[in-house]
């Protein structure tokens, strides 16, 4: 008997969650304790000593509910309902913007969870986060026309979305969602235009569940998010994503563009207070704008300088996989040329020929991935190609063509996908390089590594303009790894 | 008995040349290559064959079958067969009967009927009275089996000879042909780098003597680096000099771009290999660590800590440390010096942060494979106690993938450098190739990008005649070919 509690304390995965929360908790507590002493004056700055205190007491019940977790698995060999209703309490941390502790809160409170519970929750927290950052525009001396009509829209939907929450944590089964929800679901679609792609997800899920008799399929589509969602720090990553792209499409109504890019010489150099979140750089230009700003071009370049090489090279590789040894011979050793020049010094030679800007910045990174991409599409369509489906294809007079693009190619995405997001944070890293070489986009434009570039000048005296962007830049980077491992562990076959 | 040997010996070397000849021209490519290398003795030998093969049996044969089939009156009986035939086919296709048209095409299927009954009927007899059918590959052949013609043609045949030696050891071969590979990469690359410079909008003319210039200075400068010629020409003297290493003068400063590129290198290279060794000591043993405790809390750190090592972009990095350890602390230089051997840790650190946390990752895994497999649990089975296993027979495994991916990302370390070097003011060839792009100097960033392709694409050539003598299965695929 004990062996099994021991079991089910070990295959439990809230109590995993739990763990993965409070240690979280518990690193950014410290951080905040870390900064609340300014070692300098010695003293104690008060305001980060009150955030720290207030993350310390729900750190401290984080831990208090891991606890009370492990002694439930151990004594019934599954959680109390009574443990259940105290996530409510734990719920409260979202006011905080303690994104571990809440996501656990809900994760705790429901027993049974389908994706569409998760995908609910984390759009309500996705929203929640783009009101919270929208909003520390009041304290600037103006804000855009546009940031009163557009923050009500955001709420209404947020009122939305809160309300959808409750109806799919009510009513959406593993197997089936009520019909009615339909509209629902459009709606959702609909709002996904503020750039909250869990909006989206919910919408489509919903309405697989709520079209599809086919259960087989439902059961597919469930099997592959409770993968990606069970993985904690997958679904943070892709939380976090999704909230800077959310942001960066939000901002063009919420925030002032001015801000970012106009020189203000009242306010040089400001250190970070309410007004100025992350003080201001040598031309009184507002960093917190700036980073918001930077966030649009980082993805644009990361999404666009991988899109185009595994368009490229996945139609290359599909061809050598596919047609006899001398294309395949003749595509890949022209590819291995490229392959011999490391991509960043491909990228350094293009652009010095001609000129940096977003645009040949784009073209550099994209040029220099196309082998890989084509070496693992190549990889996967030989493999792929021997399977039966393609036979009974080509006996029923399909032409290569449609072999390829309509069997093969979509049997054999799964990889590229992966990887794909994998090096979407290489390509991050990559542009901001660049940029902080002179060499990626335009210093006017506000962009990760040209923010860091002249951070870089200040690293003494006003380190900040350093630190943050930095910070912006690890956490998308490590947002995009994340999710990439969790999609390889949901989507690679020889993991199951 | 020496004698003895030495024919011994000889014969050997013969049937080694002949077993590889064979071999070999079973592929076009290769025939062409044996051919157009030995060319001198081809031609001799290929006159004397055409002598001997009028005189030879197979085709007196060929010619008395010939004979008798055309005697036997055959003929007829197959034109009359193909004229029904061909009536036939235009009366279905409802078309008229064209005199001439049939008579070409009776012509013809006859011809090919009748070749095709020789040779049969030739072979036949060819195989009974036990005659073999002479080509020129097996008169070749033949011939090299007498240790004279090999002697006499040895001088002349040397290139073709040699291809053979090369081509009768598997090892031998493979080495060469990965040789030549890396040969035509390089070229290939050369060509690209060129042609991506060649094509570029900008004037660098315009851009360094200012726009006050006049069209003669213009014209002038054009000359002096041969950006007047066409572009074939330019790209050949472009890839001689790469190969000669004189790359001429770079436009600013009139320095002699392979001696610049000679000065800068070894810094860079110095500082990629500590980081390199770095990486090696630091992550395969964090990366067995992981995989033998795997999904405990250690795992999962280290795992964490390789992922944010991963996300960290090498100059903020590079800033941190400076601020911390260099402004704060004051314990590190924050520039590099070359007298000063503590100012080489900060860079060497931070270069080698992706590449430890990528080979950490890599060799979990990898491990992680290697120890499910079939024949280590065959191994616990046996009674091997767990350090027995994994020091004996996974890890040695283990490390062959991960040997080609740090030839793969040494490759990228080399390229990344320049953001490095940059930060903490290292005058090494990425902060050469990056300060030369303005201009753009186009002799100073060809020679950097390519040489430091060429030095990836020798370490990955190194690495994979390693791999041949190393890996056990690879030895096995060469030994079978």
Same mark, same amino acid.
């Given at each position: 008997?004990?062996?099994?509690?021991?079991?089910?304390?070990?295959?439990?995965?809230?109590?995993?969650?739990?763990?993965?929360?409070?240690?979280?908790?518990?690193?950014?507590?410290?951080?905040?304790?870390?900064?609340?002493?300014?070692?300098?004056?010695?003293?104690?700055?008060?305001?980060?000593?009150?955030?720290?205190?207030?993350?310390?007491?729900?750190?401290?019940?984080?831990?208090?509910?891991?606890?009370?977790?492990?002694?439930?698995?151990?004594?019934?060999?599954?959680?109390?309902?009574?443990?259940?209703?105290?996530?409510?309490?734990?719920?409260?941390?979202?006011?905080?913007?303690?994104?571990?502790?809440?996501?656990?809160?809900?994760?705790?409170?429901?027993?049974?969870?389908?994706?569409?519970?998760?995908?609910?929750?984390?759009?309500?927290?996705?929203?929640?986060?783009?009101?919270?950052?929208?909003?520390?525009?009041?304290?600037?001396? %103006?804000?855009?026309?546009?940031?009163?009509?557009?923050?009500?829209?955001?709420?209404?939907?947020?009122?939305?979305?809160?309300?959808?929450?409750?109806?799919?944590?009510?009513?959406?089964?593993?197997?089936?969602?009520?019909?009615?929800?339909?509209?629902?679901?459009?709606?959702?679609?609909?709002?996904?235009?503020?750039?909250?792609?869990?909006?989206?997800?919910?919408?489509?899920?919903?309405?697989?569940?709520?079209?599809?008799?086919?259960?087989?399929?439902?059961?597919?589509?469930?099997?592959?998010?409770?993968?990606?969602?069970?993985?904690?720090?997958?679904?943070?990553?892709?939380?976090?994503?999704?909230?800077?792209?959310?942001?960066?499409?939000?901002?063009? %109504?919420?925030?002032?563009?001015?801000?970012?890019?106009?020189?203000?010489?009242?306010?040089?150099?400001?250190?970070?207070?309410?007004?100025?979140?992350?003080?201001?750089?040598?031309?009184?230009?507002?960093?917190?704008?700036?980073?918001?700003?930077?966030?649009?071009?980082?993805?644009?370049?990361?999404?666009?300088?991988?899109?185009?090489?595994?368009?490229?090279?996945?139609?290359?590789?599909?061809?050598?996989?596919?047609?006899?040894?001398?294309?395949?011979?003749?595509?890949?050793?022209?590819?291995?040329?490229?392959?011999?020049?490391?991509?960043?010094?491909?990228?350094? #030679?293009?652009?010095?020929?001609?000129?940096?800007?977003?645009?040949?910045?784009?073209?550099?990174?994209?040029?220099?991935?196309?082998?890989?991409?084509?070496?693992?599409?190549?990889?996967?369509?030989?493999?792929?190609?021997? %399977?039966?489906?393609?036979?009974?294809?080509?006996?029923?007079?399909?032409?290569?063509?449609?072999?390829?693009?309509?069997?093969?190619?979509?049997?054999?995405?799964?990889?590229?996908?992966?990887?794909?997001?994998?090096?979407?944070?290489?390509?991050?890293?990559?542009?901001?390089?660049?940029?902080?070489?002179?060499?990626?986009?335009?210093?006017?434009?506000?962009?990760?590594?040209?923010?860091?570039?002249?951070?870089?000048?200040?690293?003494?005296?006003?380190?900040?303009?350093?630190?943050?962007?930095?910070? #912006?830049?690890?956490?998308?980077?490590?947002?995009?790894?994340?999710?990439?491992?969790?999609?390889?562990?949901?989507?690679?076959?020889?993991?199951? | 008995?020496?004698?003895?040997?030495?024919?011994?010996?000889?014969?050997?070397?013969?049937?080694?040349?002949?077993?590889?000849?064979?071999?070999?021209?079973?592929?076009?490519?290769?025939?062409?290559?044996?051919?157009?290398?030995?060319?001198?003795?081809?031609?001799?030998?290929?006159?004397?064959?055409?002598?001997?093969?009028?005189?030879?049996?197979?085709?007196?044969?060929?010619?008395?079958?010939?004979?008798?089939?055309?005697?036997?009156?055959?003929?007829?009986?197959?034109?009359?067969?193909?004229?029904?035939?061909?009536?036939?086919?235009?009366?279905?296709?409802?078309?008229?009967?064209?005199?001439?048209?049939?008579?070409?095409?009776?012509?013809?299927?006859?011809?090919?009927?009748?070749?095709?009954?020789?040779?049969?009927?030739?072979?036949?007899?060819?195989?009974?009275?036990?005659?073999?059918?002479?080509?020129?590959?097996?008169?070749?052949?033949?011939?090299?089996?007498?240790?004279?013609?090999?002697?006499?043609?040895?001088?002349?045949?040397?290139?073709?000879?040699?291809?053979?030696?090369?081509?009768?050891?598997?090892?031998?071969?493979?080495?060469?042909?990965?040789?030549?590979?890396?040969?035509?990469?390089?070229?290939?690359?050369?060509?690209?780098?060129?042609?991506?410079?060649?094509?570029?909008?900008?004037?660098?003319?315009?851009?360094?003597?200012?726009?006050?210039?006049?069209?003669?200075?213009?014209?002038?400068?054009?000359?002096?680096?041969?950006?007047?010629?066409?572009?074939?020409?330019?790209?050949?003297?472009?890839?001689?000099?790469?190969?000669?290493?004189?790359?001429?003068?770079?436009?600013?400063?009139?320095?002699?771009?392979?001696?610049?590129?000679?000065?800068?290198?070894?810094?860079?290279?110095?500082?990629?290999?500590?980081?390199?060794?770095?990486?090696?000591?630091?992550?395969?043993?964090?990366?067995?660590?992981?995989?033998?405790?795997?999904?405990?809390?250690?795992?999962?750190?280290?795992?964490?800590?390789?992922?944010?090592?991963?996300?960290?972009?090498?100059?903020?990095?590079?800033?941190?440390?400076?601020?911390?350890?260099?402004?704060?602390?004051?314990?590190?230089?924050?520039?590099?010096?070359?007298?000063?051997?503590?100012?080489?840790?900060?860079?060497?650190?931070?270069?080698?942060?992706?590449?430890?946390?990528?080979?950490?990752?890599?060799?979990?895994?990898?491990?992680?494979?290697?120890?499910?497999?079939?024949?280590?649990?065959?191994?616990?089975?046996?009674?091997?106690?767990?350090?027995?296993?994994?020091?004996?027979?996974?890890?040695?495994?283990?490390?062959?993938?991960?040997?080609?991916?740090?030839?793969?990302?040494?490759?990228?370390?080399?390229?990344?450098?320049?953001?490095?070097?940059?930060?903490?003011?290292?005058?090494?060839?990425?902060?050469?190739?990056?300060?030369?792009?303005?201009?753009?100097?186009?002799?100073?960033?060809?020679?950097?990008?390519?040489?430091?392709?060429?030095?990836?694409?020798?370490?990955?050539?190194?690495?994979?005649?390693?791999?041949?003598?190393?890996?056990?299965?690879?030895?096995?695929?060469?030994?079978?070919?």
């Amino acid at each position: 008997m004990i062996s099994q509690k021991k079991h089910a304390l070990k295959v439990s995965r809230e109590y995993t969650q739990a763990n993965f929360a409070w240690i979280l908790s518990t690193i950014v507590t410290m951080i905040l304790l870390w900064n609340s002493f300014s070692f300098k004056e010695g003293n104690i700055k008060t305001s980060v000593f009150y955030v720290f205190l207030i993350y310390a007491v729900f750190t401290s019940f984080q831990l208090f509910l891991t606890w009370k977790m492990k002694r439930d698995l151990l004594k019934y060999g599954e959680i109390q309902t009574t443990t259940r209703k105290l996530g409510y309490i734990q719920l409260f941390s979202i006011a905080t913007a303690n994104i571990f502790t809440a996501a656990f809160a809900f994760n705790l409170i429901k027993k049974k969870k389908t994706p569409e519970y998760v995908f609910a929750v984390y759009m309500v927290l996705t929203q929640l986060f783009i009101l919270a950052i929208s909003s520390f525009n009041l304290f600037k001396p %103006y804000v855009t026309d546009s940031f009163i009509p557009a923050m009500g829209a955001l709420m209404l939907i947020m009122v939305f979305q809160i309300i959808m929450l409750v109806l799919v944590a009510k009513y959406v089964q593993a197997g089936a969602a009520p019909s009615w929800m339909l509209i629902p679901a459009i709606l959702l679609i609909i709002t996904s235009l503020t750039g909250n792609l869990f909006n989206l997800l919910l919408g489509v899920s919903l309405i697989v569940k709520i079209r599809s008799h086919d259960q087989s399929r439902i059961i597919k589509w469930n099997t592959m998010w409770d993968k990606i969602t069970r993985n904690s720090t997958a679904i943070l990553g892709m939380f976090f994503i999704i909230l800077l792209f959310s942001l960066s499409v939000c901002s063009v %109504y919420t925030f002032d563009y001015d801000m970012a890019v106009e020189n203000n010489y009242g306010a040089l150099l400001q250190k970070p207070s309410l007004e100025y979140p992350f003080g201001t750089d040598d031309f009184g230009r507002d960093l917190f704008s700036r980073i918001i700003f930077g966030a649009r071009i980082s993805l644009l370049v990361g999404f666009a300088s991988t899109l185009i090489p595994v368009v490229i090279g996945g139609f290359l590789g599909a061809l050598a996989g596919y047609y006899s040894k001398r294309a395949d011979n003749i595509i890949m050793r022209l590819l291995d040329i490229l392959y011999a020049v490391p991509g960043i010094l491909l990228a350094i #030679a293009i652009i010095a020929a001609f000129g940096a800007n977003t645009l040949n910045l784009i073209l550099a990174l994209s040029v220099g991935a196309i082998p890989t991409y084509a070496r693992t599409m190549r990889a996967n369509v030989l493999m792929v190609s021997n %399977y039966e489906f393609v036979e009974s294809a080509r006996a029923l007079g399909s032409s290569d063509f449609s072999i390829i693009f309509k069997q093969i190619v979509p049997n054999s995405l799964a990889p590229m996908i992966v990887k794909a997001t994998l090096t979407i944070g290489g390509a991050v890293i990559a542009t901001s390089s660049l940029s902080f070489l002179g060499l990626g986009v335009e210093p006017h434009i506000p962009e990760w590594g040209n923010i860091l570039k002249i951070g870089s000048t200040y690293l003494e005296s006003h380190s900040y303009l350093a630190i943050i962007p930095g910070l #912006a830049i690890i956490g998308l980077v490590l947002s995009f790894n994340f999710l990439g491992d969790g999609l390889r562990d949901a989507l690679d076959p020889r993991m199951d | 008995m020496e004698t003895k040997s030495e024919s011994s010996y000889k014969i050997g070397f013969s049937e080694v040349l002949i077993y590889t000849y064979r071999k070999m021209i079973k592929r076009n490519a290769f025939k062409y290559l044996l051919y157009i290398l030995g060319f001198p003795i081809h031609l001799i030998t290929l006159l004397f064959y055409r002598s001997k093969q009028k005189n030879d049996t197979y085709s007196s044969i060929l010619e008395e079958v010939k004979a008798s089939f055309i005697a036997s009156g055959v003929e007829n009986e197959w034109s009359n067969e193909y004229k029904e035939q061909y009536i036939r086919k235009q009366a279905f296709f409802n078309r008229q009967v064209k005199e001439q048209e049939m008579n070409e095409e009776i012509k013809r299927l006859m011809e090919e009927k009748l070749s095709k009954r020789v040779f049969e009927k030739a072979n036949e007899i060819s195989k009974q009275k036990g005659v073999r059918q002479l080509t020129y590959d097996t008169y070749f052949q033949s011939l090299l089996e007498k240790p004279f013609f090999l002697l006499l043609t040895f001088i002349p045949g040397i290139l073709m000879y040699l291809l053979l030696i090369i081509y009768s050891n598997p090892y031998v071969q493979f080495i060469f042909e990965r040789l030549i590979m890396s040969v035509f990469v390089i070229a290939g690359v050369s060509i690209l780098v060129f042609t991506i410079l060649y094509l570029s909008p900008f004037d660098s003319a315009a851009n360094l003597l200012g726009e006050a210039a006049t069209k003669e200075q213009i014209a002038a400068f054009n000359q002096m680096h041969g950006l007047d010629l066409p572009y074939l020409s330019q790209l050949w003297n472009a890839l001689k000099g790469i190969a000669t290493f004189n790359l001429g003068a770079s436009f600013t400063g009139n320095e002699d771009v392979a001696t610049s590129i000679a000065n800068k290198f070894p810094i860079t290279l110095i500082i990629a290999v500590f980081s390199l060794l770095m990486a090696v000591v630091i992550a395969i043993p964090v990366g067995i660590i992981s995989a033998t405790r795997q999904n405990s809390f250690l795992d999962y750190s280290f795992m964490f800590i390789a992922l944010i090592g991963l996300s960290i972009p090498n100059f903020w990095q590079g800033l941190i440390f400076i601020l911390n350890f260099s402004i704060k602390l004051q314990w590190l230089p924050a520039t590099y010096s070359p007298q000063n051997w503590l100012s080489i840790i900060m860079p060497v650190i931070v270069l080698g942060t992706g590449l430890t946390a990528s080979v950490a990752r890599m060799t979990r895994s990898s491990m992680l494979e290697i120890i499910n497999e079939d024949y280590i649990i065959t191994a616990k089975a046996k009674g091997l106690n767990e350090r027995q296993v994994l020091w004996k027979h996974a890890v040695g495994n283990a490390m062959i993938p991960i040997i080609t991916v740090i030839g793969l990302l040494f490759g990228g370390m080399l390229g990344g450098a320049a953001v490095t070097e940059k930060v903490f003011n290292i005058s090494g060839i990425g902060s050469y190739i990056v300060d030369k792009q303005f201009i753009p100097d186009i002799p100073a960033i060809m020679g950097g990008v390519i040489y430091i392709a060429i030095t990836i694409s020798l370490v990955n050539v190194l690495i994979d005649i390693l791999y041949a003598f190393f890996d056990p299965r690879i030895r096995s695929k060469m030994k079978q070919l």
